[in-house]
């Protein structure tokens, strides 16, 4: 089976930097996409910023200029570099992979990470 372990969340205060990254292990054949998405109590999860096996990389609006995300294909990680960090940007973060492994054949699904926790003060 796959699995998705994310590390790097924390509290930190506005202005700040913390960078997530997110590692998927099993009998994995290929990732594409690669993203974040977070979450906020009572919302829908939202994406944050997704990135493509070839290095397209896409982000919300409201992050444009001060998230960066990266990717490396040989070790299956993504990583979400998060600077200038702001109050509403407090929330539960999810990485999610299109994973294509081996399990009796080749299957292709979108697997979740746990979630990590970002708290930005003011």
């Known amino acids: 089976q796959v699995q998705l372990v994310e590390s790097g969340g924390g509290l930190v205060q506005a202005g700040g930097s913390l960078r997530l990254s997110c590692a998927a292990s099993?009998?994995?054949?290929?990732?594409?996409?690669m993203g974040w998405y977070r979450q906020v109590p009572g919302k829908q999860r939202e994406l944050v910023a997704s990135?493509?096996?070839?290095?397209?990389?896409n982000y919300a609006d409201s992050v444009v200029g001060r998230f960066t995300i990266s990717k490396d294909n040989a070790k299956n990680t993504v990583s979400l570099q998060m600077n200038s960090l702001k109050p509403e940007d407090t929330a539960v973060y999810f990485c999610?992979?299109?994973?294509?492994?081996?399990?009796?054949?080749?299957?292709?699904?979108?697997?979740w990470g746990q979630g990590t926790q970002v708290t930005v003060s003011s």
């Open positions: 999610k992979m299109g994973v294509r492994y081996w399990s009796g054949g080749v299957r292709s699904r979108d697997y």
């Open positions: 099993g009998s994995i054949f290929s990732i594409d996409p």
């Open positions: 990135i493509t096996r070839d290095g397209t990389a």
